[in-house]
């Protein structure tokens, strides 16, 4: 599909990778941009339609595509991290963070899967994460929450086919927003980010590795799981080292 004279809806548009998504959206020639958060009052960006939205409520979501019948891109991109490991860490916020991360896109997907049928098929982008392949200490309901949110994505991309909407995965290391402001490594830039993401839509890519970190976790898959964690463990501390 044609970004250009496309109708986006832009999940946590009020910051961070969603802003960018919605800024470059308009930049590349979008005819509308629904910007939606659960503070609506947070997004600043001219020129977008903005909504309020909590994807982990159905009824907000479902009043979402009520209010957006004409959408013809669904950009997934809102998503939570609460640094909680899966055996001794609060079971109320992994399940939160899985509410959010996969349910809360799936909810999105079902709502709006309808609409765009309606307007040709059009196209869902689902923000994932490297951490779809990996896990961490402090970082596995995350990773957990990734690793459902990438199986559930090939899973809708199989249904949705018929009626010909493209389901495109994007996967990426850490992005130049306040969820990695801890890290002291190289990022991506969010305006970067979305360019490859919109980029792959158009060419009708399924899965959109966005940066090196990205394509350097999916090359080690192969690898039985000892393997893998130690090459990880390595890649790591050189990241950290760099």
Same mark, same amino acid.
């Given at each position: 599909?044609?970004?250009?004279?496309?109708?986006? /809806?832009?999940?946590?548009?009020?910051?961070?990778?969603? #802003?960018?998504?919605?800024?470059?959206?308009?930049?590349?020639? &979008? #005819?509308?941009?629904? @910007?939606?958060?659960?503070?609506?009052?947070?997004?600043?960006?001219?020129?977008?339609?903005?909504?309020?939205?909590?994807?982990?409520?159905?009824?907000?979501?479902? +009043?979402?595509?009520? @209010?957006?019948?004409?959408?013809?891109?669904?950009?997934?991109?809102?998503?939570?991290?609460?640094?909680?490991? =899966?055996?001794?860490?609060?079971?109320?916020?992994?399940?939160?963070? =899985?509410?959010?991360?996969?349910?809360?896109? /799936?909810?999105?997907?079902?709502?709006?899967?309808?609409?765009?049928?309606?307007?040709?098929?059009?196209?869902?982008?689902?923000?994932?994460?490297?951490?779809?392949?990996?896990?961490?200490?402090?970082?596995?309901?995350?990773?957990?929450?990734?690793?459902?949110?990438?199986?559930?994505?090939?899973?809708? #991309?199989?249904?949705?086919?018929?009626?010909?909407?493209?389901?495109?995965?994007?996967?990426?290391?850490?992005?130049?927003?306040?969820? +990695? @402001?801890?890290?002291?490594?190289?990022?991506?830039?969010?305006?970067?980010?979305?360019? &490859?993401?919109?980029?792959?839509?158009?060419?009708?890519? &399924?899965?959109? /590795?966005?940066?090196?970190?990205? #394509?350097?976790?999916?090359?080690?898959?192969?690898?039985?799981?000892?393997?893998?964690?130690?090459?990880?463990?390595?890649?790591? +501390? &050189?990241?950290? @080292?760099?």
């Amino acid at each position: 599909m044609d970004i250009n004279n496309s109708v986006a /809806l832009v999940t946590g548009a009020n910051r961070g990778l969603g #802003r960018a998504f919605a800024q470059r959206l308009l930049e590349r020639g &979008a #005819r509308k941009v629904y @910007a939606t958060a659960r503070r609506p009052e947070t997004v600043d960006l001219p020129g977008v339609e903005v909504l309020p939205l909590d994807i982990a409520d159905p009824a907000s979501v479902r +009043a979402a595509a009520e @209010a957006a019948p004409d959408v013809s891109l669904l950009i997934n991109n809102a998503g939570i991290s609460t640094g909680t490991d =899966l055996v001794t860490g609060s079971l109320d916020a992994v399940r939160h963070e =899985l509410e959010t991360n996969m349910f809360g896109h /799936l909810g999105m997907i079902r709502e709006f899967a309808p609409t765009l049928a309606r307007n040709g098929g059009g196209a869902i982008v689902n923000v994932l994460s490297a951490m779809s392949w990996f896990g961490g200490k402090g970082a596995n309901a995350y990773h957990l929450t990734k690793a459902a949110a990438w199986a559930m994505t090939n899973g809708v #991309r199989l249904e949705l086919a018929e009626q010909g909407t493209l389901v495109t995965a994007v996967h990426l290391g850490l992005a130049d927003t306040d969820m +990695a @402001a801890g890290w002291p490594v190289d990022k991506i830039a969010p305006s970067d980010l979305a360019d &490859a993401a919109l980029d792959g839509v158009e060419a009708g890519s &399924a899965e959109v /590795l966005a940066d090196r970190w990205s #394509r350097d976790v999916k090359s080690r898959l192969p690898l039985a799981p000892e393997e893998f964690n130690a090459a990880m463990d390595r890649a790591l +501390a &050189a990241l950290m @080292a760099a």
